[in-house]
């Protein structure tokens, strides 16, 4: 074979072991020196190809993508500073514990510092963020070709092993990088006789087993039989079977249990909202438990870590389905590798709670709801607290939430009403809690679960993606983006960096004055600006009904915001106390 002929089938190989992995979502971005992976993706019969001018969105999608289907998708892109643009993506998957491919084409050995166009050092470029990153030969038929499938092979185990995360594959090329016919027989594929008369790939690995060890049940078990007062944390779950599981056990052994945002659990209308007690210094002093047991991922809210480090109980064990230290106070007595909801449904069989810690949990919850309610009353204006507050109780059945960082997820995991007919699918970026790339991993979300997604975001986080809304209009499912437009960075407002005021407004405020009707419009998008929450709850119904993307703009003031949040928590914050002390 000639330099192009190994070239192309090289790359073919690449691609074509990828797909008998069943990873078949291609996300590429346009680029001369990956012409021989593109081609081989486009062409290849059961490939799905999406184009991303920006590598940046293409990396976000594909993160929410594996965060809805727990499979990768292959990132393309070509040499130099578009292999940089990925990063963002790559550190909030390695984070977040979310599988990813990096396909990168680059230049050859002899251009490598050489003050060659567009080639920078790519080898190793993503650091510790890696489960494994390689540096491909460029192609040439003195490497064994079982040598190449293997190492694919290599790369997706990695990525999807006992922590899954990001692989990156750095690749070569030498022009020309243009494809040519390929001759229907060569020697150096006579090593893959076998392998091309099937279907499979060269190697399969198995994946990892997270089944609960039975040591770790019969330790915690005792330890819920010795203890006088048992408190559950669920963070961040993937499913709402681990949600229904850890919701079980809190309810089998009568333990008090704070659900996130993002554990699955609180959409579900038995569950009770903790969140709105821990603003009690009544509480806190009331209630301490001994033994904190915490379900899956991380928390948004600052208050449970706030409480525990005041409780200072006893135990405090962690179950989450890897192996990485999830201990960030440096409390924690026994962490356990396990999938949460099999650990949760193992401890409840034959578990004895040895005390619970009664708690008038309906009346609280009843009477702070009905706070909240006064907010979101027909005529009253749309605010941020609202638009959470009836966006959570009109989400249509099969569709999902997505939440950006910062004010959207906090106020969605205050203020959120519990549903009784509807609990979506809630997916966050919480593992770096960036504000970069939401609307793309949103968009992906919705791709991977084919189903229609609602976006929370702020407005600094919608002008950061805001390239992303060309994902929009192409997406089979669409994705509807709710902007909470402040002027700004409203989460500043509540830190104490705001009393400088000399600084805070020009420094942290970051006002922009940006038009989003226009975005809209650029974007081809429909567009609504409702004033009220009547009329945003008749504008988003109208959305939803579409079937089509579309943006609804709430307008706030981040003054406004601040001290309606204010006024609410003071509120709660005294009902809760009544309660508790009458």
């Not at 940046?56 to 578009?82: D, H, I, N, W």
């Not at 983006?481 to 407004?505: C, K, R, W």
Request: charged share 20%; with cysteine.
């Amino acid at each position: 074979m000639n330099h192009r002929q190994t070239t192309t089938l090289w790359s073919t190989l690449i691609v074509e072991e990828f797909v008998r992995h069943g990873i078949t979502l291609f996300c590429i971005s346009p680029g001369s020196r990956s012409t021989p992976l593109t081609i081989a993706a486009a062409r290849h019969a059961k490939t799905e190809c999406i184009m991303f001018p920006d590598e940046r969105a293409g990396g976000f999608f594909a993160l929410g993508y594996a965060k809805s289907t727990g499979k990768p998708a292959v990132l393309v892109c070509t040499s130099g500073t578009a292999v940089a643009n990925y990063y963002p993506a790559v550190v909030e998957a390695s984070s977040d514990n979310r599988p990813m491919l990096l396909l990168t084409a680059d230049r050859p050995f002899e251009l490598i510092d050489a003050e060659a166009n567009q080639t920078i050092r790519q080898p190793g470029i993503f650091g510790a963020y890696t489960r494994w990153n390689v540096q491909l030969p460029e192609p040439s038929t003195a490497i064994p070709a079982r040598s190449l499938l293997s190492t694919i092979d290599h790369a997706v185990a990695s990525s999807m092993g006992e922590v899954p995360g990001p692989v990156h594959i750095n690749a070569p090329f030498r022009e020309p990088l243009e494809p040519v016919e390929l001759p229907g027989e060569d020697p150096w594929l006579l090593q893959l006789e076998a392998w091309r008369k099937n279907s499979a790939p060269l190697c399969i690995s198995s994946q990892p087993d997270r089944l609960p060890p039975e040591d770790s049940v019969q330790r915690v078990r005792k330890l819920l039989e010795r203890s006088s007062s048992t408190f559950i944390l669920a963070g961040q779950l993937d499913s709402p079977e681990e949600a229904e599981a850890v919701l079980e056990l809190a309810k089998g052994i009568g333990a008090p249990i704070y659900a996130d945002i993002s554990s699955q659990i609180r959409f579900h209308p038995e569950y009770l909202p903790l969140q709105h007690l821990m603003l009690s210094e009544e509480f806190m002093d009331r209630f301490r438990p001994d033994t904190v047991i915490h379900f899956g991922g991380k928390i948004v809210g600052k208050l449970p870590g706030v409480a525990i480090r005041r409780w200072k109980p006893e135990h405090v064990v962690v179950v989450k389905n890897h192996p990485k230290r999830f201990d960030p106070d440096h409390n924690v007595t026994m962490s356990i590798q396990s999938a949460p909801g099999a650990f949760a449904r193992a401890l409840a069989n034959r578990t004895r709670a040895g005390g619970s810690h009664a708690l008038a949990l309906e009346a609280v919850c009843r009477e702070t709801r009905m706070e909240i309610d006064r907010l979101c009353s027909p005529d009253a204006p749309v605010t941020e607290i609202s638009a959470a507050s009836i966006l959570s109780g009109k989400l249509p059945r099969k569709s999902a939430l997505f939440l950006a960082n910062s004010m959207p997820v906090r106020d969605m995991d205050n203020y959120a009403a519990n549903l009784n007919d509807s609990r979506p699918l809630t997916g966050v970026n919480r593992g770096a809690s960036g504000i970069d790339g939401n609307i793309a991993t949103a968009a992906g979300f919705a791709r991977g679960l084919r189903q229609p997604v609602t976006l929370l975001i702020g407005d600094l986080s919608f002008l950061h993606d805001l390239n992303s809304l060309t994902l929009l209009r192409d997406l089979r499912h669409p994705l509807r983006i709710i902007v909470n437009n402040n002027n700004g960075g409203g989460i500043f407002s509540f830190l104490p960096i705001a009393g400088q005021t000399d600084v805070f407004e020009t420094h942290f405020g970051t006002p922009q004055h940006f038009c989003i009707r226009s975005a809209a419009e650029t974007f081809g998008l429909a567009y609504d600006n409702p004033s009220t929450n009547a009329g945003f709850a008749s504008s988003y119904a109208d959305l939803c009904r579409s079937g089509q993307p579309g943006i609804i703009e709430i307008t706030g003031s981040r003054a406004n915001n601040l001290s309606e949040h204010r006024r609410l928590n003071a509120r709660i914050r005294t009902i809760v106390d009544r309660h508790l002390c009458g």
